[in-house]
């Protein structure tokens, strides 16, 4: 929602402040209650702002800071518990009903029988076109036999999407074809502008997360997506975790990094190994074709030289005509006649053979940029197994970190547990010595 004015939050202080003490802010990246003494109920001077783009900019932030505390706060909550989340939980409830108006803001109204209807399934139906992967999640929405309306279907994509942990991945192709979704959303929409593209950066984090949610039996076109603040509403006063607790955090994630890029490195690495036997068979292909071509020109060469060789006969045999002057006109017409057809046929042959050994040469090129290609892609395919092999070693070395750490905190539990003995056994000794 926009930002209110500050004549607007005074006026409200003032008819709420005998029902409650607290106000909600942002510290950092939580919502914080803080008390009503520090809020000076003056009217301030400042004007106010009803620039329709103004708003729609403080909508967008907010929508954004709502999309950052959602995904923080599910990404800490399943590492916590280390289990697969499912549909009943409230914190992946609240990130769907977040993520839904994130995409319904800025959407343009699409006029009906019924009259205008707002529906963010339009946009992710595009992703199809964007990224061929998608599709069968598309094709899985539309086969569900529960989900009647666009607002369901879209509702269904989402989930869908999650659990195939390429939500991140499929919202950035669809950022960054502006030209696409202009059709959809107005020139300030929240997918149009920088926040968006914030938003899909923070998704990333989502793909440790497992997911698993079964949609025959929900009903997603009735739900009413409402926002639960107090998820996310903690005390201003309140301090932060340990710093041994935020150290395994950060081993934990850096782990789930490297787990995640080892795997996206592995399909890399697969898609290399069959670049590389799809140009070795085009290569086979090519040479084969290559030796067929030198086998037609070959043949070619011998029928030109027996070709040379009748031309030669039959205009020695002219010659022989031309002299004796006694053979029969008729047989002189018909050898010239001859002889026309085999120049012709001569001429033909001799283009036919040019043709032929510019193909040959064609080809030779062509397997000359092809073994080229070849070396950089084994090359690089080096590379790609010995970034691999670094990969796999530092994850090791996390592991042994972590093990570490874990220990270190075994032994802090064990010393506050006996120091909390001592001081039961301190405060029963007090006792004694009141009661004395």
Not at 57 to 62: I, L, P, S
């Amino acid at each position: 929602m926009p930002t209110p004015t500050t004549d607007k939050i005074t006026q409200a202080a003032m008819e709420t402040i005998y029902l409650c003490k607290f106000r909600v802010s942002m510290d950092g990246e939580w919502l914080c209650l803080r008390e009503l003494d520090d809020i000076s109920l003056t009217p301030d001077p400042e004007p106010t702002h009803e620039d329709p783009n103004y708003l729609m900019a403080n909508e967008r932030m907010n929508l954004m800071n709502m999309a950052k505390l959602s995904i923080k706060g599910l990404i800490e909550s399943a590492l916590n518990l280390g289990r697969t989340l499912d549909s009943d939980y409230a914190p992946l409830q609240q990130f769907f009903v977040v993520m839904e108006h994130c995409l319904k803001h800025g959407l343009k109204a699409k006029k009906t029988f019924l009259g205008q209807n707002k529906s963010f399934w339009g946009p992710l139906e595009l992703v199809e076109k964007l990224v061929p992967e998608a599709a069968e999640i598309t094709a899985s929405v539309k086969d569900l036999p529960g989900l009647k309306t666009p607002v369901g279907r879209g509702r269904a994509w989402l989930r869908l999407a999650l659990m195939q942990k390429k939500l991140s991945e499929y919202m950035k192709a669809l950022i960054n074809r502006k030209d696409l979704l202009s059709e959809f959303y107005e020139p300030n929409a929240l997918m149009m502008e920088e926040e968006g593209a914030i938003i899909a950066g923070l998704l990333v984090g989502l793909n440790v997360i497992d997911a698993n949610f079964c949609m025959k039996g929900e009903d997603l076109d009735s739900q009413v997506g409402v926002i639960d603040f107090s998820m996310y509403l903690k005390d201003g006063n309140s301090t932060k975790g340990s710093e041994g607790d935020g150290q395994i955090t950060a081993i934990l994630d850096q782990k789930n990094y490297v787990e995640e890029l080892n795997r996206h490195l592995s399909a890399t690495v697969n898609n290399l190994q069959a670049k590389v036997d799809a140009l070795e068979k085009s290569n086979t292909k090519l040479t084969e074709e290559l030796a067929v071509a030198n086998n037609r020109i070959i043949t070619l060469q011998e029928e030109m030289e027996r070709v040379k060789e009748e031309s030669s006969y039959i205009l020695e045999s002219n010659r022989k005509v031309t002299k004796d002057r006694t053979a029969d006109g008729h047989a002189l017409t018909e050898a010239r006649k001859q002889l026309k057809e085999e120049t012709q046929l001569r001429l033909d042959v001799e283009k036919e053979l040019e043709v032929q050994i510019g193909m040959r040469q064609e080809m030779e090129l062509a397997m000359k940029m092809l073994e080229k290609d070849v070396c950089e892609k084994q090359d690089a395919l080096v590379a790609l197994r010995q970034q691999l092999d670094d990969l796999r070693a530092l994850k090791h070395e996390l592991s042994f970190k972590l093990q570490s750490s874990d220990m270190g905190v075994k032994q802090k539990s064990e010393l506050n547990s006996r120091l909390e003995e001592k001081t039961n056994q301190m405060a029963a000794t007090i006792k004694q010595l009141e009661q004395r």
